[in-house]
């Protein structure tokens, strides 16, 4: 069965501590793996993508395929980082149904 | 442009009244997706629609649940004879084709059923 498990429903960590969140996915095939981002009275928005490798707003996530794993990193937390974070997939064969997780409330505090 | 917009924002209807939700996509996407969320979920897959098909629907989704876009822009979501269950939030998101996409979301629907 296709499955995204993000094991912390909130996070909360100081400013300036690294960060990570984590993401575990069950999938037959070869998917590909995003984070998605909500801020405050905002609209979900993607925040990247395990294909394009980028680095977005200090954030980064690397697909380990052997642990089945996306955990999204990054070094020093900022306060403005404080959101909902969504791990999802899609099949890598057109990528149609997306399948979010439950989601993370990282908090950061000053 | 000022993205993918959904109408009405809030919708408060009695159980077993029928309601109907409009997403107008980002003009150039020809995919669609529509997604309910519950509090504490994820966003839970319900339909896609590429122009004016619908290719996929979740096995989730009851006969209740019915999803139109007849001219591959605007699109409708459906829900009939509504129960307390139904109560969520409606997230409709369009991308456009390509081998990688990224899904643009709508502000959602907020149905309570009373």
């Known amino acids: 069965a296709q499955r995204v498990t993000q094991p912390e429903k909130l996070l909360s960590v100081f400013k300036g501590a690294p960060v990570e969140l984590k993401c575990n996915y069950s999938y037959s095939g070869s998917p590909e793996l995003f984070w998605y981002v909500q801020y405050s009275r905002q609209r979900l928005q993607l925040l990247l993508r395990?294909?394009s490798r980028e680095s977005i707003k200090g954030f980064t996530a690397d697909l380990n395929k052997g642990e089945t794993s996306f955990h999204l990193k990054k070094p020093f937390a900022q306060e403005e980082d404080s959101a909902m974070y969504y791990c999802a997939l899609s099949p890598n064969t057109g990528g149609f149904k997306t399948i979010f997780g439950a989601g993370t409330r990282l908090f950061v505090k000053a | 442009d000022t993205g993918v917009s959904q109408n009405p924002r809030h919708k408060i209807t009695k159980r077993g009244q029928n309601v109907t939700f409009r997403c107008d996509p980002i003009?150039?996407?020809?995919?669609l997706y529509w997604y309910r969320q519950t509090l504490g979920q994820g966003p839970e897959f319900l339909t896609y629609f590429q122009n004016e098909a619908q290719l996929e629907k979740s096995r989730l989704l009851s006969d209740r649940f019915s999803a139109e876009r007849p001219k591959g822009s605007f699109s409708t979501l459906e829900i009939q004879r509504t129960e307390q269950g139904d109560s969520a939030m409606y997230l409709c998101a369009s991308s456009s084709s390509g081998v990688s996409y990224e899904q643009y979301f709508g502000p959602g629907t907020r149905l309570t059923v009373t």
């Open positions: 003009s150039e996407h020809n995919r």
């Open positions: 395990h294909i």
